[in-house]
């Protein structure tokens, strides 16, 4: 299996998101040095958090649209370089305003990464195993959330916390050399393909052929995923973003065991992703039934996710390891959602995924902005570490009602071509 062209490409794509999500989440370990040593509030460490998310949303549908127009092998290794130098220069840093600069710059160049992700996917991956292909992937993000408290502790330790940012953007610059010698954007012009692995994809348009991007039809089309993605995108960042200081600072751990348990939240997680694309795929093949295997699966999972957090709000000296149980299953249930997500863009808009992916992640990207934020705010004005993930419930609520509004079992493609064979009937 690991002989296949298409298992490395999968493979490079899994270490893109483990990259990006040690990158994105080493401030929430480093924040606990570089906050002292800088004299940032709770509320200014949430805006640290935050910076990444404002370029994040604003290149999301830019992204998307230059992953398609481009190809992921020229849109990804640029990005990689980006938010390599990025990592580097928040190691750089020497105070707030350089803090929120160098975040900034992180998130210009990590806002295309997963929509041109999910372009080479619809690329390499047949149709039916997208599911598992976005579910793998977000698993090894997950990973990278699991590392990335220890392995930065460590990092901290062996160096510095500046140390830590400069070690892992060197690591970033060293996938962009990979991506761009093995990868092509058409599989077919691969060295190490085969006739039996091309017999199983569908047929590449390339990328300068590729039809003008129906904009007003698609924005409306997923105009109900986006809103989804963003109730996803709520809990994910409050997570990401205050998990590792939840545990240091609510419970008066040592910052080697608050790391260790954030830790084990974010493995959680990766089981999540993984079952989540396993799932959504065989309840397809199973049914047949898209929206069975889309929408019921993300409600179904956003109401698991909502009853693992209620505890938290509901019970009253809740213990540590009690708390961390429903935490990790509230990010479990939460990621189970992953796969079925992002299978939606490319069930809606196939031959525009990258676009459309953009589109569906510029929610999370929009909850990337205001949750840790809030969360922080929270905090800094109750002192109640527990109040945030309470707010969390209520939306993950909407969350089950939008879940059901969203269509992915109508094709944009199919559906222009009934529209233009109606054309063609009157013309006749």
Known sequence: MFRRATTRVLLLLCAMYFITYIDRVNVSTAASQFGAELGLSHT???FVFSAFA???????????WVGDRFGPRRTLAVCAIIWAGATVLTGMAGGFVSLIVARVLLGLGEGATFPTATRAMSNWMPADQRGFAQGITHAASRIGNAVAPPLIVWLM??????????????????????????????????????ESECATL???????????????????????????????????????????????????????????????????????????????????????????????????????????????????DIS?????????????????????????????????AGTASG????????????????????????????????VSMIVMA???ILSFTMRPDRSLEVEEEKTEGAHAGKLV
């Open 157 to 194: 330790l062996a160096t510095s916390w500046r140390g830590a940012f400069i070690i892992t953007g060197i690591i970033s610059f060293a996938w962009a050399v990979a991506w761009i010698f093995y990868f092509r954007d058409n599989p077919r012009d691969h060295p190490s393909i085969t």
């Open 44 to 46: 200014q460490i949430g």
């Open 54 to 64: 404002y370029p994040y949303l604003i290149f999301q549908i830019i992204g998307g």
């Open 202 to 316: 569908a047929d590449y348009s390339g990328v300068k052929q590729r039809k003008p991007v129906p904009w007003r039809i698609l924005l409306g089309r997923m105009a109900p995923v986006t809103a989804v993605y963003f109730c996803y995108g709520w809990v994910l960042w409050l997570f990401l973003g205050w998990i590792p200081q939840y545990f240091l600072h609510n419970y008066h751990m040592p910052l080697g065991k608050s790391a260790l348990f954030a830790s084990g939240v974010f493995f959680a997680g990766v089981l999540g992703d993984y079952l989540g694309g396993s799932v959504t795929d065989r309840i397809l093949r199973k049914s047949g039934n898209v929206r069975l295997a889309r929408n019921v699966m993300v409600g179904v999972c956003m109401l698991l996710t909502l009853l693992s957090l209620a505890p938290i709000m509901l019970v009253s």
């Open 320 to 352: 540590m390891t009690f708390v961390a149980i429903c935490l990790s299953a509230g990010f479990f249930f939460n990621e189970m959602t992953i796969g079925p997500m992002w299978s939606v863009p490319m069930d809606i808009a196939p031959k525009h």
């Open 398 to 400: 909407a969350g089950i």
């Open 359 to 390: 589109i569906m992640n510029s929610g999370s990207a929009l909850s990337a902005i205001i949750s840790p934020v809030i969360g922080g705010w929270l905090i800094d004005r109750t002192g109640n570490w527990n109040l945030p993930f309470t």
